[in-house]
């Protein structure tokens, strides 16, 4: 090889060096760029110089790491984001219902010290609508955030399919281009690798590499969202059982949407906005649900036993919302419906969870019901009665209608105290019909029924073990609780995360300072060979002037 090939050689390497330098420069802030460096290696047949690869510099095994990491801090990041308003809700000194709580039993003891009293009775209804407008407030707010958490979920699922689709398309173009020339820009490499970890930000995903080329991905148990070329969409929909409730499906080979269980998704956005609503939120709604129905209940069974100014026996004090009830979608018979009302007998049985209930047997009878907790998955004691086919359990009473058509395996979601507190008010606007006084003294004013109501203040009368304030006391106290674990758990997993993003960005991040170093060192590079052609030109030159 003469000198001016091997210059040449040395020239080009250098361009190379320099381009992928300033390359690296230019995108020291493009998120996802993976740095460039130039591999250059001895020319053949001995002579010169060759440029062997323009090498991205990307670890996987580090990538996958980080995507995992990122995946549950953006998961434990949007239920913080979440808890911490309930917890603010609840914890509030000013707006808390235990401050309205205690405020309606001081007034009932003002009742119980002036029973005929129209100022004490005015300050009985006055503390008893603003405790009850507290109750609705509350419940408006934790279902406010129910539809944001639907409306999240919707807008998350649209930023899935999009990103899976362009997935989809990127593998395309790389197998398009390595059909061409064999390698595949290293800028289409680094789009689909950002993406990759953009989508585990929004989802727990898995990641398979076919053939050390071709991205696939797919959900944790298995269902595909890239497969190759292919994408396959998830879609925001109504739970199979609760049409209040959003939760994500696919299409099965039929066409049918399926849904997926709302555990399936652990990590990223999704899956923090679904385990807050599961863990969190339907648990509070529920517990403010329990703590109305047992307030409720309590005051009017023992407002009940009282008399009124006008000698008549009490009548409700409260009015509260009744259970809700579902049935699933995919029942044999959707005439088949149930009602449920509260077991006012047994109100100390109330928990605050939801239950499921599965027809075992058709047609029904005793035994041929099997109600599950949700969330423990416990299986709770049931009576039916066939006369009115009704099934009893945990203070409720179920009244199924049109049964017939029912199969075994037909499934009902019971929610007995998620919306009790919505339909929270107070039942009477008379001051005359307070029952302050005992029931075997009618219309002379005492105030007996006025002191056994101020006493339940102090009653366990929530789940048979907690006073009013007790109970709300405990809320309170889960919620906070909850939110430090979650916020000591994200504080732990940014920690995790940072390190891993200071490792990823220490082998594929850009140094300005390294790169500047570069550019000298590849200038005189050029430079250098520059000279040497420069050289072979002289020689050639004396050359040709010998020969004259």
Sequence with gaps: MSIFSTGLS???AAQSALNSTSNNISNVYTPGYNREVTQLGEGRAGGGVQVNDIQRQFNQYVASQ??????????????NQQVEQIDSLLADRDAGLAPLMQNFFSAMEDLASAPSDPAARQGVLGAADTLTAQFRSFDGYLQDMQEGINGQIADEVTQVNNATEQLADINREIALARARSGEAPNSLLNQRDHMVHELNE???????????????????????????????????????????????????????????DEDTLTGGTLGGLMDFRSETLDKTQNQIGQLAVSFAGELNAQHALGADLDGEQGGDLFRIGEPQVYSYAGNADPGATATASFDEAQLNKLRATDY??????????????????????????????????????????????????????????VQPLRRAAAEMKTAIDDLDKIAASGNADFGTGNNVNALEMQALQDKLTVGGSASFSGAYGAM?????????????????????????????????????????????????????????IDTGTTILDTILGLRN
């Design 202 to 260: 929004r989802m727990d995903i898995r990641l398979n590499i076919q053939d050390g080329k071709t991205y696939n991905i797919s959900l944790p148990n298995g269902q595909p969202l890239v497969a190759g070329t292919q994408h396959y969409s998830l879609e925001a929909m109504k739970a199979p059982n609760d049409p209040e409730r959003t939760v994500l499906g696919y299409r099965d080979s039929n066409n049918d949407l399926v849904a997926l």
């Design 66 to 79: 980080l995507n995992a990491a990122t995946s549950k801090s953006s998961a434990l990041e949007s239920y």
């Design 476 to 532: 309170v106290s889960d919620v906070g609780n909850r939110t430090n674990i979650v916020q000591a758990n994200l504080d732990a997993q940014q920690g995790l995360t940072k390190q891993l993003e200071a490792v990823q960005q220490s082998e594929s991040g850009v140094n300005l300072d390294e790169e500047a170093a570069n550019l000298i060192r590849y200038q005189q590079f050029y430079q250098a060979n520059a000279r040497v």
């Design 10 to 12: 040395g020239l080009n």
């Design 356 to 413: 499921e209930v599965r027809l075992t047997a058709t047609p029904p009878g005793e035994g041929d019901f099997e109600v599950v907790r949700k969330g423990s998955g416990e299986v709770v004691d049931t009576t039916f009665d066939n006369d009115t086919n009704t099934l009893s359990f945990g203070g409720i009473n179920l009244e199924f209608t049109n049964l017939s058509g029912a199969q075994a395996g037909d499934r009902f979601e």
